[in-house]
């Protein structure tokens, strides 16, 4: 890899915070950022002094959802051929007036600053929070959020024109509550290594057939699976290399999958396959606080399904949670929780999502 690069001049048509910048002023906005500005700052300033620099990469952390946070090298290149890849897709021209809420700690709030400097959009800058939304008082054509800060911006929706959403599954809770909104919301698929989302699908209006919209993948991407079933992508303009993944899909066609869940969560339970991704889509029907299920030893089955609810415990609760799960329909008799754990608080990565092993090593 060559290791110098020529940033491109900021597009005429950037604003960060209503002001227009070249790259040498972006280089001074950045310095007062670090030396001057509030901690979701600095990490603007900093990202923006490493897009600037004359190397080809830039380092990114993965979250560490799915497997211990790492720095990865990603080509600026790679980065600009993502944010042309949005634009298209979600119909973003220069001149966009767009929302980041998102830390520039990791690749999300990353690509929200690369889009706006290579494609004209017009970025305000608002500190990341659960609730990002309850300073905004002006619409904007675009926001990128997290499916818990979605979740606490129901109320105030009508700011964003279009919302993607990623970083974690949206759940059929949070899908009902945002059916009948105006805002176009779209649940992405994607990771560090792929420089975001390679595909998406939109969440609203919801279809009248009783199948959910597969992910449609993006511009130049293309899918395959592997023997396991897992998701191999093919996209020679944001990675080097095919990536293979552990997310196991059902392959629609060469532009559309359905995802079932990550491979390596897999319980075999008594010789039976269960998804722990797909048996959460039934279970938040009826319950509205964060949970997850995961396997654990058991003597008769190999491993057993157990489920972790965020909650204070009390007797009432649980006994109302196990009734309220045998009365779902849709939930398998295999597919019905053995134990159900109340913790008073979930383990998180730094980045704000639920740390699965870390829960259950900690409180179980």
Known sequence: ???????????????????????????QVAY????????YEEQIGSFILDWLKPSSYVEVKTSGSTGTPKK???????????????????????KTTALLCLPAGYIAG??????????????????????PLDRVFKRYDFCAMTPFQLDNSIGRLHLIKKLIVGGGAVS??????????DTKVYETYGMTETVTHIAAKRLNPVQKKKKPRPFK??????????????????APKLADKEIVTNDVVEILTYKKFRWKGRYDNVINSGGVKLYPEEIEQKLSKVI?????????????????????????????????????????????????????YLIEKFEETSSGKIHRDNTVKSKV
């Not at 020529?6 to 972006?26: G, I, Q």
């Not at 007062?32 to 901690?39: A, L, N, Q, V």
């Not at 993006?218 to 897992?230: K, M, V």
């Not at 058991?298 to 909650?311: H, I, N």
Request: hydrophobic share 40%; charged share 30%; with cysteine.
């Open 172 to 181: 059929k809770r949070i899908q009902k509550m945002v059916a009948d909104c």
């Open 32 to 39: 007062s950022f670090i030396k001057e500005g509030e901690p």
């Open 72 to 94: 990865i090298k990603l080509k600026k290149e790679h980065m600009i051929n993502s944010a042309l890849a949005t634009s298209r897709f979600f119909e973003l021209p220069a």
């Open 217 to 234: 993948v993006l511009p130049n991407i293309n899918i395959s699976q592997d023997e396991r079933g897992c998701l191999v992508i093919k």
């Open 110 to 131: 990353k690509m929200m600053l690369v889009r706006a400097m290579m494609l004209g959009w017009q970025l305000d800058c608002v500190p990341p929070s659960s609730n």
């Open 288 to 340: 509205d606080k964060r949970f997850f299920v995961t396997a654990m030893p058991d003597d008769a089955l190999g491993d057993k399904l157990v489920l972790f609810v965020e909650s204070d415990f009390s007797e009432e609760i649980l006994e109302q949670l196990k009734r309220d799960i045998s009365g779902l329909k849709s939930l398998e008799k295999y597919e019905v929780p053995k134990k159900i």
């Open 1 to 27: 890899m060559a290791d110098k690069f020529k940033v491109p001049e900021t597009h005429p048509d950037f604003r960060l915070n209503k002001h227009y910048f070249t790259n040498a002023e972006l280089r």
